[in-house]
């Protein structure tokens, strides 16, 4: 697979000109010139939160080139702490610091392969531009979207003009099959007859989805959210414990080198 291009990312003030509360998310739309414009599918910004100094990471869900006020982005809150119930709660025309887009962003295959992308609630924020990128490469596509319950689900209706088929998973059944993704990844895999799975999520969605892909003999891709101070890659704040192409142990930081990665170069038992 080619080594994803790394593109310089732009520090601007952003505007929210939409929000929108879905179950127990809230979408925002931002202007943050420079960004949209940059963004490849599993870049991330960050967020300047006021009174704290850790920048707050947020996936980028969706671009769009035009708009009635210019390219703009999406982002998926789940509010939790401080920095996401702050931006959660921002209105329209609200001003927001955003550095981005940040990070790896997700390999794409040369050829037409067969995909299986699995994402965990907000965090199936990045695969969405993804299934569009592997479609416009004629790849099949066949995206899986979990939660713990239907409230924590990121809709999959958005996607369905680019993928062929959409499972949907939730812990406790309350819409789709009752279960987690490390009970079924093998079976989709198997079904969506899979060269390369990309999985987003917590630590053990992304563990699981990679030893599937493993045991199929397929490629994975993970994007890890490794907890990020500045984003950048200045302060070595985001320890990714890695086995590197020389098969020797080394730590990398999670917001250059990663935040997406391949799935079999992680060591889970260290993160
Ligand atoms: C590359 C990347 C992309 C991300 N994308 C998104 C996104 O699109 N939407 C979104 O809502 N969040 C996303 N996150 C997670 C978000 O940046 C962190 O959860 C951040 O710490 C939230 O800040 P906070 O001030 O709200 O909560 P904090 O005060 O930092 O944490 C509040 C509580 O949540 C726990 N927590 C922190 N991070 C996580 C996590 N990842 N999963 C579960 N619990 C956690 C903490 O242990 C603490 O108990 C992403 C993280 C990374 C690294
Ligand atoms: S968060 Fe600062 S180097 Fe990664």
Same mark, same amino acid.
Not at 179 to 185: I, L, M, N, Y
Not at 231 to 239: A, D, E, N, S, Y
């Given at each position: 697979m080619p080594v994803p291009e790394v593109r310089t990312p732009v520090h601007v003030e952003g505007e929210v000109v939409a929000t929108k509360r879905v179950g127990a998310h809230r979408h925002l739309t931002l202007t943050a010139p420079g960004v949209p414009e940059r963004f490849r599918a599993g870049n991330f910004v960050a967020v300047s939160v006021p009174g704290h100094v850790a920048r707050r990471a947020l996936w980028i869900h969706r671009v769009r080139a035009s708009s009635a006020f210019g390219p703009t982005l999406d982002v998926v809150l789940e509010a939790r702490g401080a920095g996401t119930s702050w931006l959660a709660a921002q209105p329209v025309g609200a001003r927001v610091p955003i550095t981005?887009?940040?990070?790896?962003?997700?390999?794409l295959p040369k050829d037409a392969v067969s995909c299986l992308l699995v994402g965990e609630g907000y965090a199936a924020a990045p695969l969405f531009p993804l299934?569009? &990128?592997?479609?416009?490469?004629?790849? $099949?596509v066949s995206l899986v979207v979990s939660a713990p319950d239907e409230s924590r689900l990121l809709s999959a209706l958005e996607a369905r003009r680019a993928?062929?088929?959409?499972?949907v998973l939730t812990a406790d059944g309350s819409v789709g099959q009752r279960? #987690?993704? %490390?009970?079924?990844?093998d079976e989709l895999l198997r079904r969506a007859d899979a060269d390369v799975v990309y999985a987003t999520g917590p630590a053990e969605v992304l563990r699981a989805s990679a030893a599937a892909a493993e045991r199929a003999g397929a490629w994975s891709q993970?994007?890890?959210e490794v907890? %990020?101070?500045?984003?950048?890659?200045?302060?070595? /704040?985001?320890?990714?414990?890695?086995v590197g192409e020389d098969g020797?142990?080394?730590v990398v930081r999670a917001c250059t080198e990663?935040?997406?990665? #391949? /799935?079999? &170069?992680? &060591?889970?038992? $260290?993160l």
């Open positions: 981005g887009p940040l990070g790896r962003a997700f390999a299934a569009e &990128r592997l479609r416009e490469r004629g790849c $099949a993928v062929r088929s959409v499972t279960g #987690r993704v %490390a009970d079924h990844v993970v994007g890890l907890s %990020a101070l500045c984003g950048t890659g200045l302060c070595h /704040g985001c320890p990714l414990p890695v020797v142990d080394r990663g935040p997406v990665v #391949r /799935g079999d &170069r992680v &060591r889970w038992d $260290a």
